[in-house]
């Protein structure tokens, strides 16, 4: 277990996973808190499962971009650790289940050696950076927006602006005004602008989905590409310090733009400015300007026995690049589950006749790009051999789905049971909707929306419902959601709940409608016509639950009776706050704010003490049973408490001392006055606690 020490050649990561391996061994020995620990290795992509005794890893990456060497290091680390299965998230990372705690420290070791990060993958941070899977090849794009994408992934990594915030933060960038990745539903979404011969962005603030859908509003309407960094880095601050810790169903950003409002969010924002690391970021796109490299080897002349399956194939799932002779595959994976044999044949196949690179997309489906178009019937053969070229890429039949039940701890009712099921009947019975690119179909396990379910045309989410004193798995029928383009949206209506089994009835009801009286018009057109009071009494005769059958007790792909069993859920990685634990953290940060400066990074020393002075704070309120729900709130109840009534003797207000980071550039010398004051107070508060345990 030890050599992957020796093996990791940068520095920072070694010292992050073997932190990760002291902090497992601390746990094992009780030296830690259960829910403390949680926290910390949610932040390092590992995700407690519904099964016991195992954890889920998430691995993080940026926009879903992976090379054949990349897929190859995650298929053997799949193999030797997982079970051989690779789960592509609506977040274009790649998650692999039943993994053993202990063996996670070496897992990611292996995994950095072909540059994979689980950093940030879970827990209170900046998740993975999502993007238009087509961004650089897209006909309608102004510009490519990888490289904005990769930046802003690379600068947050560890930034200590974002490791401990209230809840996750999302940030996604479209390809062009279709905004195929979702800019109103994320915390932060970028949609590409050429102004005046400059490249920029539309920016959208504070959306999310959950139990509580939310439309973000628009921050901007135009930025240039060098403040999106620096937008984006003082939204995040304002975020940490005023958001939500307490309760967990508030803590997102969505909540505290509605409680503060976005004038007052916005100014806050603006009042960081002198604080921000950069006050202007420029971002290298050279490495993404590149030509497209020549494949490595010669393509095999093909000839094509079934023209007719061919030619349908390459209507439903080949892309035109904006490159004149290449074109993308869109490989239709589902419920965004394959496995490593093929994935290792698929690695070979965009090393060698390719340009080396794929990209996993928001709707768990593979795009492989840059193929001349010469050599399209060569790869139809080959991804014929790996059953991938299943016609319905990012079509009606393309169901996306969360794991649901099968290992999510909040599960309620099988999601990839029944979205198994609606591929069946789809294909068998509605294979017109192979080539519709407009409806689309999604299914959630519970009301956490993991599956998006509530911003489709159609969505499912999982419940359950009473029977006498059975209790049998149900579906939220949801109904008129979609994407309209330029950062706007709409979200679906609660229209009916019905018991799971009739799930594909119900899909069947409303598509059996739509053909019959939605008159050429589009499903959003057609439902706004129709009303939600039509839909429900559509679907009434579905919800009826006086005539359920033993089979409706039974989930789908289960065979046992339905049981709801809800664990702990961690996308929030829930903590609870001990004292001791507490300023052991603060220490820590003081730890780290001086090595930060040592390595003459301001900005981070800075953060990191500010950090120190707020963890120490939250100790000694927690000691004297006092409680807050966000940073802010810690500092003013500490001088309410503490130095206004002279407990605590300070130079100034404990205000005016936290609040320095924001009145002053991040400098050597602000820096190392400001660690000194951090490193002041926190004599003074355990010299406070010493004599207070000490009277106990």
């Not at 789960?87 to 993994?99: E, F, L, P, S």
Request: a negative charge.
């Amino acid at each position: 277990m030890q050599s992957f020490r020796t093996e990791i050649e940068d520095p920072i990561v070694q010292k992050d996973i073997i932190d990760l391996e002291r902090k497992i061994t601390l746990f094992r020995e009780g030296k830690i808190d259960e829910e403390r620990f949680r926290s910390l290795r949610l932040a390092r992509g590992v995700y407690g499962q519904r099964q016991e005794g195992v954890q889920m890893i998430r691995i993080k990456l940026p926009f879903g971009k992976v090379s054949s060497e990349q897929l190859l290091r995650i298929s053997k680390v799949s193999d030797e650790y997982s079970t051989g299965r690779l789960h592509i998230t609506t977040r274009q990372d790649i998650q692999i289940h039943y993994v053993s705690l202990d063996r996670t420290p070496e897992l990611w070791a292996e995994l950095e050696k072909n540059d994979i990060t689980l950093r940030e993958a879970c827990g209170n941070t900046v998740r993975n950076i999502t993007a238009s899977e087509t961004a650089g090849i897209d006909v309608d794009e102004p510009f490519d927006v990888s490289p904005y994408a990769f930046a802003m992934f690379d600068f947050f990594l560890r930034n200590p602006v974002c490791q401990e915030m209230g809840r996750k933060f999302k940030i996604s960038f479209s390809s062009s005004d279709k905004d195929t990745a979702l800019s109103y539903i994320h915390d932060l979404g970028f949609i590409p602008k050429i102004v005046n011969g400059e490249r920029g962005f539309k920016v959208m603030l504070g959306g999310g989905l959950g139990s509580q859908p939310l439309h973000a509003e628009v921050l901007s309407e135009f930025i240039p590409t060098n403040q999106i960094i620096p937008t984006t880095e003082g939204v995040l601050r304002i975020f940490d310090r005023f958001g939500e810790r307490s309760r967990r169903l508030k803590a997102r950003m969505k909540f505290l733009i509605k409680d503060l409002g976005a004038e007052a969010f916005t100014k806050l924002v603006e009042e960081e400015k002198k604080a921000l690391s950069h006050p202007v970021f420029e971002i290298d796109t050279t490495a993404f300007d590149t030509p497209i490299p020549e494949p490595l080897l010669v393509a095999p002349k093909v000839e094509i026995e079934n023209v007719a399956t061919f030619e349908a194939w390459k209507k439903s799932n080949v892309i035109q690049q904006k490159q004149k002779g290449y074109v993308a595959i869109g490989i239709k994976v589902a419920l965004g589950d394959f496995y490593t044999d093929k994935a290792r044949l698929l690695a070979d196949l965009i090393k060698n006749y390719a340009a080396n690179e794929l990209r996993f997309s928001l709707r768990q489906d593979i795009l492989i790009r840059h193929i001349k178009e010469e050599n399209l019937a060569f790869f139809y053969q080959e991804l014929a051999k790996l059953g991938f070229v299943t016609l319905g890429y990012n079509s009606t039949a393309d169901i996306t789905s969360c794991p649901g039940t099968d290992t999510c701890n909040l599960g309620i009712a099988s999601s990839t049971g029944v979205a198994t099921e609606l591929e069946r009947v789809l294909a068998t019975e509605y294979p017109q909707y192979f080539n519709n690119k407009e409806i689309t179909i999604k299914i959630s396990g519970c009301m956490n929306a993991c599956g998006q379910h509530n911003m489709a045309h159609i969505g499912f989410q999982g419940m359950s419902i009473n029977s006498g004193k059975l209790v049998a798995p149900a579906l939220q029928v949801l109904l008129g959601g979609g994407v309209l383009g330029n950062g706007e949206g709409r979200f679906a209506d609660k229209v009916i709940k019905i018991p799971s089994r009739r799930g594909p009835e119900a899909l069947r009801s409303i598509l059996d409608d739509f053909e019959s009286n939605a008159n050429g018009q589009s499903f959003l057109d057609y439902y706004d016509a129709k009303g939600e009071t039509y839909f429900f009494e559509l679907l009434k005769p579905l919800s009826d639950i006086t005539n359920l059958s033993e089979a409706d007790f039974v989930d789908w792909g289960n065979a046992d009776n339905y049981v709801k069993a809800i664990g702990v859920g961690e996308c929030a990685g829930v903590v609870i706050d001990l004292v001791a634990t507490l300023i052991f953290e603060a220490k820590d940060k003081m730890t780290f704010a001086q090595e930060a400066f040592e390595d003459k990074n301001w900005a981070d020393a800075i953060y990191l003490a500010y950090a120190g002075f707020v963890n120490g704070a939250k100790a000694l309120l927690l000691s004297e049973n006092q409680r807050t729900n966000h940073h802010a709130g810690i500092i003013d109840l500490f001088d309410t408490f503490f130095t206004e009534t002279n407990k605590i003797e300070l130079k100034s207000t404990f205000k005016e001392l936290v609040y320095q980071i924001n009145q002053n550039e991040p400098s050597a010398a602000f820096a190392k006055r400001y660690i000194q004051e951090a490193t002041a107070f926190f004599e003074t508060i355990e010299s406070y606690r010493e004599k207070d345990l000490a009277n106990e």
